[in-house]
């Protein structure tokens, strides 16, 4: 079954979604939607067009999905819910604790409109959770222990570029070795946020600015850096952009659990991104194409990846399926 996309938003991440759209048999791009001047915008797919959001009211009946690939923050909360009575739409909210309220929201809006809508799909949440649900169904007597990184933390580095005196900066999220290795050795340590993780900080400074009252106003920041240990490194521009123009990402569900007294089984999920935009892109488009296939078969509501069949992700049968890769 082919699934006609739209994209709105063309930032990184739509970006990533455009690539994974346009390397799939059963997948064809037909517009990207953007708040900025249509005109403005160059994109890679030739065939698709590129229109304003306001166009998104004349093209129901042109797209089978739509992947809105806007911020967690401010975008998603709204836009998920508008479009989610008029498209099937894929979303990847992460802001973790606000996901009940969003999933209540989105699910109202889909069920109205008679359509699906995928929401806070991609690595994590996403992936992770099918880990940590899969884990946790096998052995009901666990622990589960999430790890991410090394990579660059798009928020967080755009939280120091906030900063008074800031040029430009890269935050990476990096996993404590000791506490990777007391987990993965099955002891089932208890570990506070600062002993899981901590945060290195490349950082540009403009012209005179004071470094200490920067480095120190990265420190204390609550929420992000603070209750981790924080290594900052001032660089030129020059560097930042030679040695750290990439989004690499990635980390590892760990999970420990018995069977018996006697027993522990230990259960690891892990991935390494070269680009996080490009990969979260890919899982977007494979939940675009589970969301056609729900709808079709008569489905209404939001959806999470917890709520897929793993067969409906594929583009395959289910006889090539069973005959490859069970």
């Known amino acids: 079954m082919m699934t006609k996309i739209g994209i709105l938003g063309y930032g990184n991440l739509g970006r990533g979604v455009e690539k994974a759209v346009n390397a799939n048999p059963d997948q064809e791009l037909v517009a990207v939607f953007t708040r900025r001047d249509p005109k403005s915008l160059s994109i890679n797919t030739p065939s698709a067009k590129v229109l304003g959001i306001d166009e998104l009211d004349n093209m129901k009946d042109d797209i089978d999905v739509l992947v809105i690939c806007g911020g967690s923050a401010t975008d998603l909360p709204v836009q998920t819910p508008k479009y989610a009575s008029?498209?099937?739409?894929?979303?990847?909210?992460?802001?973790?604790?606000?996901?009940?309220?969003?999933?209540?929201?989105?699910?109202?809006?889909?069920?109205?409109?008679?359509?699906?809508?995928?929401?806070?799909?991609?690595?994590?949440?996403?992936?992770?959770?099918?880990?940590?649900?899969?884990?946790?169904?096998?052995?009901?007597?666990?622990?589960?222990?999430?790890?991410?990184?090394?990579?660059?933390?798009?928020?967080?580095?755009?939280?120091?570029?906030?900063?008074?005196?800031?040029?430009?900066?890269?935050?990476?999220t990096v996993p404590v070795p000791a506490a990777l290795e007391a987990v993965r050795s099955g002891a089932n340590p208890t570990l506070s946020t600062r002993e899981k993780h901590t945060r290195e900080c490349f950082v540009v400074a403009k012209e005179g600015a004071d470094k200490a009252k920067i480095e120190q106003e990265i420190k204390t920041m609550p929420n992000y850096f603070a209750d981790y240990d924080t290594m900052v490194t001032f660089i030129s521009q020059e560097e930042l952009d030679r040695d750290h123009k990439g989004l690499p990402h990635g980390g590892s569900v760990i999970y420990s659990g018995s069977t018996d007294s006697d027993t522990n089984h230990v259960i690891e999920f892990s991935l390494k991104l070269d680009s996080n935009p490009e990969f979260t892109g890919a899982v977007l488009s494979a939940c675009a194409r589970a969301a056609h296939r729900m709808q079709s078969e008569g489905m209404t509501g939001a959806k999470t990846m917890l709520d897929i069949p793993p067969a409906y992700l594929s583009h395959q049968s289910g006889a090539e399926l069973r005959a490859h890769l069970l």
């Open 86 to 172: 008029e498209y099937n739409v894929v979303d990847s909210f992460d802001t973790h604790a606000n996901i009940p309220v969003h999933f209540e929201k989105v699910d109202k809006s889909a069920k109205e409109g008679g359509k699906v809508a995928v929401i806070s799909a991609g690595w994590d949440p996403g992936m992770f959770s099918l880990a940590r649900c899969y884990s946790h169904a096998i052995l009901e007597s666990g622990v589960d222990y999430t790890f991410w990184g090394k990579g660059v933390s798009q928020g967080h580095s755009d939280a120091i570029r906030r900063i008074e005196g800031v040029a430009d900066a890269r935050q990476y």
